[in-house]
């Protein structure tokens, strides 16, 4: 039987011992087996070496005989190049934590575009090189010469897959015991396109202060703890209110919601919704405008005309109000099956009155310097448009029951470019301040009233006023669609992709909101995007000398505050060895 042995070299150090003192000697020595036994031989003397050269003549040894390792200068030593990871990887956890790699096990590229979204969002044809910098072609699997309009089929697929998307996320949400107990809040967004050929795509009010643009309508619904699970786009002009009967019939036949406390904002009231959601023997709680509340008979004009912010608390006590906090008194109204809870806020009255005050002098200097154009009137002046253009000014700034006007016919006398005298027709305003009018306009400064169909018994004023406190959760969701994960504006055309578009927008705020609550959980006050920017810190880099095709890969050094919040995340198996291995397995020095 043979055995090659393959000999090994090393550094040998000798000492000896002349008068006391004790003397070191190296010598450069080969280990070698000769009749199965090791043997050594001396190759080259040394002689005296300092710490530092004999730890130098080691690395060089142990270099030649490591094909992982070299001897060379730190300047030699460059990165190659830099690969997104640890945010990536984080955001792949919570993909997974939804069960969403099973759902779009096909369609890989929906995971790739959400977490776009929530880290760098690009057009879906530039997500096709943002892949190439990130370790997600390693997690998933993905082939880096896939055909470019891939992500576009991708769209299609994952559009025809909403509906089943929505239900699958509905009962993920039963199964983890995240469905908020069967409160859901509603809301609808518009989003605006460059260009103008989807089908969808209508003029309508813009949300997004973009008139001049065709847009599409969104609506959401999410749980108390902001997690979406139904969504639909509609066509641009489509009014709040006409929304919610699809959305009853859905909640219904799609999700077996038949138990439900529907919060909404009060955009969305009008005698018919309210009808048709008792009509389901459905709960809802919203509000009501405003102008609605001198209608119900529940507010003594008396009462709210004396109010300042010197006696509110005092006279709104007297009248039966309840604190709910040190901002806010409230009293209870029981009309037919309704419940309307009459609500005070101070800084909601002091912010009233300070608008109306401006909106007031705004009104004043307009026809001041309306006034002044007129007597400078250099052409004759037509009373309609005159009058028309003082209406809608006045309309408003919401003052056109406050300033009492009329226009007076009045002969100017100018000269014409010749310098012959000419006659110009043109007016003068008068007004009169309404001061009682005025007191109208803000006798219900403050004042807020919300509408229930649950009984007392199951919802008390102050969760009434709770629940729709909290509908806020739908409004962030929004704002961090529209502006942190980009949804707007849209430049897909296909009905199919814009949908898809706003799913990939969804499900990248379904990760966020995720990360959102984990953290607060942990009583951590930093935000999502906080965390990521964090773990976005740590990336794969790719090391090599300078001139060599060779490489080897490794993670940035992980901080103690990476540690920290990965850990009270149950994430800490993100930089462990395990998960770690098969993604530096790409190195070939």
Same mark, same amino acid.
């Given at each position: 039987?043979?055995?090659?042995?393959?000999?090994?070299?090393?550094? $040998?150090?000798?000492?000896?011992?002349? $008068?006391?003192?004790?003397?070191?000697?190296?010598?450069?020595?080969?280990?070698?087996?000769?009749?199965?036994?090791?043997?050594?031989?001396?190759?080259?003397?040394?002689?005296?070496?300092?710490?530092?050269?004999?730890?130098?003549? #080691?690395? &060089?040894?142990?270099?030649?005989?490591?094909?992982?390792?070299?001897?060379?200068?730190?300047?030699?030593?460059?990165?190659?190049?830099?690969?997104?990871?640890?945010? &990536?990887?984080?955001?792949?956890?919570?993909?997974?934590?939804?069960?969403?790699?099973?759902?779009?096990?096909?369609?890989?590229?929906?995971?790739?575009?959400?977490?776009? #979204?929530?880290?760098?969002?690009?057009?879906?044809?530039?997500?096709?090189?943002?892949?190439?910098?990130?370790?997600?072609?390693?997690?998933?699997?993905?082939?880096?010469?896939?055909?470019?309009?891939?992500?576009? #089929?991708?769209?299609?697929?994952?559009?025809?897959?909403?509906?089943?998307?929505?239900?699958?996320?509905?009962?993920?949400?039963?199964?983890?015991?995240?469905?908020?107990?069967?409160?859901?809040?509603?809301?609808?967004?518009?989003?605006?396109?460059?260009?103008?050929?989807?089908?969808?795509?209508?003029?309508?009010?813009?949300?997004? $202060?973009?008139?001049?643009?065709?847009?599409?309508?969104?609506?959401?619904?999410?749980?108390?703890?902001?997690?979406?699970?139904?969504?639909?786009?509609?066509?641009?002009?489509?009014?709040?209110?006409?929304?919610?009967?699809?959305?009853?019939?859905?909640?219904?036949?799609?999700?077996?919601?038949?138990?439900?406390?529907?919060?909404?904002?009060?955009?969305?009231?009008?005698?018919?919704?309210?009808?048709?959601?008792?009509?389901?023997?459905?709960?809802?709680?919203?509000?009501?405008?405003?102008?609605?509340?001198?209608?119900?008979?529940? *507010?003594?004009?008396?009462?709210? *005309?004396?109010?300042?912010?010197?006696?509110?608390?005092?006279?709104?006590?007297?009248?039966?109000?309840?604190?709910?906090?040190?901002?806010?008194?409230?009293?209870?109204?029981?009309?037919?099956?309704?419940?309307?809870?009459?609500?005070?806020?101070?800084?909601?009255?002091?912010e009233q009155q300070e608008t109306c005050q401006q909106h007031y002098q705004k009104a004043e200097e307009f026809i001041t310097q309306l006034n002044t154009e007129l007597h400078l009137a250099k052409k004759s002046r037509d009373p309609e448009n005159v009058q028309k253009q003082i209406e809608v000014r006045l309309k408003?700034?919401?003052?056109?029951?406050?300033?009492?006007?009329?226009?007076?016919?009045?002969?100017?006398?100018? $000269?014409?470019?010749?310098?012959?005298?000419?006659?110009?027709?043109?007016?003068?305003?008068?007004?009169?301040?309404?001061?009682?009018?005025?007191?109208?306009?803000?006798?219900?400064?403050?004042?807020?009233?919300?509408?229930?169909?649950?009984?007392?018994?199951n919802l008390s004023p102050g969760e009434v006023i709770s629940y729709y406190r909290r509908k806020n959760k739908i409004e962030e969701a929004f704002r961090e669609i529209k502006h942190y994960l980009k949804l707007r504006p849209v430049f897909v055309t296909r009905e199919k992709r814009v949908k898809a578009h706003v799913?990939?927008?969804?499900?990248?705020?379904?990760? *966020?909101?995720?990360?959102?609550?984990?953290?607060?959980?942990?009583?951590?006050? #930093?935000?999502?995007?906080?965390?990521?920017?964090?773990?976005?810190?740590?990336?794969?880099?790719?090391?090599?000398?300078k001139g060599d095709a060779k490489y080897s890969e490794s993670i940035t050094l992980v901080t103690e505050n990476q540690r920290e919040t990965l850990a009270a995340l149950g994430c800490s198996y993100l930089v462990a060895k395990k998960f770690l291995e098969p993604l530096l397995a790409n190195s070939n020095m």
């Amino acid at each position: 039987e043979i055995c090659q042995w393959r000999s090994v070299m090393f550094l $040998k150090r000798a000492t000896k011992t002349f $008068k006391g003192k004790v003397y070191e000697s190296y010598a450069l020595t080969e280990s070698y087996r000769e009749d199965g036994k090791v043997k050594h031989r001396n190759i080259w003397n040394l002689g005296s070496l300092t710490g530092e050269q004999a730890h130098r003549i #080691r690395l &060089i040894l142990t270099a030649t005989q490591n094909e992982d390792m070299f001897v060379g200068r730190l300047s030699d030593v460059v990165a190659k190049t830099h690969y997104r990871f640890l945010d &990536i990887a984080l955001l792949h956890h919570f993909w997974q934590y939804w069960g969403l790699d099973d759902f779009f096990a096909d369609q890989p590229l929906a995971e790739v575009m959400s977490i776009n #979204r929530c880290l760098d969002p690009k057009s879906k044809f530039q997500v096709n090189a943002w892949v190439l910098e990130t370790v997600l072609p390693r997690l998933l699997h993905l082939d880096p010469e896939s055909d470019e309009y891939a992500i576009y #089929r991708a769209l299609d697929q994952i559009a025809i897959a909403e509906g089943d998307l929505q239900s699958f996320l509905y009962r993920k949400l039963q199964e983890l015991g995240l469905d908020g107990g069967q409160a859901v809040f509603y809301d609808i967004t518009s989003t605006y396109f460059e260009g103008t050929k989807c089908i969808l795509a209508r003029f309508g009010y813009s949300r997004d $202060k973009r008139p001049d643009r065709v847009q599409v309508t969104i609506a959401l619904v999410v749980t108390p703890n902001g997690y979406p699970f139904y969504w639909r786009v509609m066509e641009g002009n489509t009014p709040d209110m006409a929304t919610v009967s699809e959305l009853l019939k859905d909640l219904r036949q799609r999700f077996g919601i038949t138990e439900c406390l529907l919060v909404f904002d009060r955009g969305m009231v009008s005698e018919d919704n309210l009808l048709a959601i008792s009509g389901q023997e459905l709960k809802f709680v919203t509000a009501i405008s405003r102008d609605e509340i001198p209608g119900l008979n529940i *507010l003594d004009p008396d009462l709210a *005309l004396c109010l300042t912010l010197d006696n509110w608390r005092r006279e709104l006590s007297l009248a039966g109000f309840i604190p709910y906090d040190q901002n806010l008194l409230y009293r209870e109204h029981k009309l037919g099956d309704r419940r309307y809870i009459l609500a005070f806020n101070p800084e909601l009255f002091l912010e009233q009155q300070e608008t109306c005050q401006q909106h007031y002098q705004k009104a004043e200097e307009f026809i001041t310097q309306l006034n002044t154009e007129l007597h400078l009137a250099k052409k004759s002046r037509d009373p309609e448009n005159v009058q028309k253009q003082i209406e809608v000014r006045l309309k408003k700034l919401k003052m056109h029951k406050v300033f009492a006007w009329q226009l007076l016919p009045v002969n100017l006398s100018c $000269k014409t470019k010749s310098g012959k005298e000419k006659t110009v027709q043109s007016f003068k305003i008068e007004y009169q301040i309404d001061q009682e009018a005025l007191n109208w306009q803000n006798w219900l400064n403050g004042f807020l009233c919300f509408v229930t169909n649950q009984p007392a018994e199951n919802l008390s004023p102050g969760e009434v006023i709770s629940y729709y406190r909290r509908k806020n959760k739908i409004e962030e969701a929004f704002r961090e669609i529209k502006h942190y994960l980009k949804l707007r504006p849209v430049f897909v055309t296909r009905e199919k992709r814009v949908k898809a578009h706003v799913v990939i927008c969804v499900l990248g705020y379904l990760l *966020l909101n995720t990360l959102d609550e984990k953290l607060n959980d942990c009583s951590d006050t #930093r935000s999502a995007v906080q965390v990521l920017e964090l773990m976005g810190k740590c990336l794969l880099n790719r090391i090599g000398l300078k001139g060599d095709a060779k490489y080897s890969e490794s993670i940035t050094l992980v901080t103690e505050n990476q540690r920290e919040t990965l850990a009270a995340l149950g994430c800490s198996y993100l930089v462990a060895k395990k998960f770690l291995e098969p993604l530096l397995a790409n190195s070939n020095m």
